[in-house]
Structures are given as C-alpha cells and as structure tokens.
C-alpha cells in the first residue's frame, strides 16, 4: 500500500500570498489531521477531518483552513502569509475516526519558507 | 490540561550503547501514549504505542517502551543503537477521542562511532 503522500514537498511564498497544501490519504483511510512543526514551537495540531466534515481544530488562526473531499484527500490553505507561517505541515491519516486509538500515519511533510 | 514533557532536548550515544529516552505525560484518564522518530528531511514513523495493558510494549527497529503510571512515566528504550537510530524522537499522547495527539519537544539523538 502506498502511504500517505504531500505535494508540493517543498514551497516558496513571500508574505501576503496564499498557499494551498495537498495530503492524499493511506487507500481506505478515512481521517486526515494536519500538523504544523516549527523549531520554536514544535508540533501543533492544526485540523482534523472525517468524512469530509472538520472534526477538531487546533488554536490557529482563521487565516488556517482546511477541507476534506469525497475521495478523503484533503487540503489546507493558509491565506494573507506571514514569516512567522515557515515551517513543516505534515498531515497524517488512519482508518477510522471512531476509534480513536487508531495508529496515524504521517506523510513526509510540505517544507513553507515564507519571505 | 494535558501535557507531554521530553526532559532531554538533545542525547549522544556511542554505536552499540544503549539508549533510554524519557518521557513524562499529565493526564486525568488512562493515556494512550506513542512514541514517533523523525529522520532529517522525513515525517513521522510510529515506533510503538500502548493503549492498556501489557505496560511494556515492544515496537519496531529493536525499541521497547515501559509505561509507569506511578510516575507518569513513558520511557523508550533501546539494548544497542546503531548509527541509522540517529534522529530526533517524539513522545506524545492521545487528547481526545477524535485523535488529536500532544507531542513532546522531541529529544534530538546523535549516534558517535
């Protein structure tokens, strides 16, 4: 089975711009959380979705968004980019939500330098 | 409000040593705890996990973690590292029952020959 994939790996934005991030699920995975590593404040949950519905969210701003469509791949948009949103987004899938001690699966990450 | 402490930031090991990385968590239930390594330039990959029971967990790559509710305590192990363990490890716990997990600082170890 293939895993959890992001594109683009690695993206370059200056500050004001948008930026759209894509996460494509483990095949038969439902839920899909999103994550966001920086050095100073480690890992931050940012969302997650089941069912294409945003089931939790994390202390991040409106700017932050997200969505989830039929198929389970999910997307997040970061909009009006500030410096301080460099860092790794990485997104993580597992099979159902209901439980909830299903194992999350992490994709490699999307790398966001904004300049 | 639940919490994750990584006590070590950074840990130096020498190849074939072993290696005990700590981790304490605050919690009000009965924690689901995980423990992730993160290679340079990678994501996350789940070493281990412990949900009930059995309060030592064995995972891959030769780790194991003890659970210690006494001292809210979660440590990974590992008898003899090699050279390819170097990497930053992360312990975290389950917040809620939609599966938002609260990681530590991580712990950054380095493998010497």
């Known amino acids: 089975k293939a895993g959890v994939t992001q594109t683009p790996r690695y993206l370059i934005k200056t500050r004001g711009q948008q930026v759209t991030l894509s996460c494509s699920p483990i095949?038969?995975?439902?839920?899909v959380s999103w994550y966001q590593q920086t050095p100073g404040q480690g890992l931050q949950f940012l969302f997650e979705?089941?069912?294409?519905?945003?089931?939790n969210k994390g202390n991040f701003p409106g700017r932050f968004s997200g969505r989830q469509f039929s198929n389970s791949r999910s997307e997040m948009n970061v909009s009006t980019l500030e410096l301080g949103d460099s860092a790794l987004y990485l997104c993580?899938?597992?099979?159902?939500?209901?439980?909830?001690?299903?194992?999350?699966?992490f994709g490699p990450g999307t790398r966001l330098l904004v300049l | 409000a639940q919490s994750v402490t990584q006590p070590d930031i950074h840990i130096t090991v020498s190849e074939g040593a072993s290696l005990e990385l700590r981790c304490n968590y605050s919690?009000?239930?009965?924690?689901?705890l995980f423990w992730y390594v993160q290679s340079p330039g990678q994501g996350l990959q789940l070493l281990l996990k412990?949900?009930?029971?059995?309060?030592l967990v064995q995972g891959i790559k030769g780790f194991e973690a003890e659970f210690k509710r006494s001292q809210s305590s979660f440590n990974l192990r590992k008898p003899s590292v090699h050279w390819s363990d170097a990497a930053e490890y992360f312990c975290?716990?389950?917040?809620?029952?939609?599966?938002?997990?609260?990681f530590g600082a991580g712990t950054q170890v380095v493998v010497t020959p």
């Open positions: 975290a716990v389950l917040t809620d029952s939609w599966g938002k997990l609260q």
């Open positions: 919690y009000g239930a009965t924690p689901y």
């Open positions: 095949s038969g995975h439902r839920s």
């Open positions: 412990y949900f009930s029971g059995d309060t």
């Open positions: 993580a899938s597992s099979l159902d939500r209901v439980k909830a001690q299903e194992t999350q699966y």
């Open positions: 979705y089941f069912s294409e519905t945003q089931r």
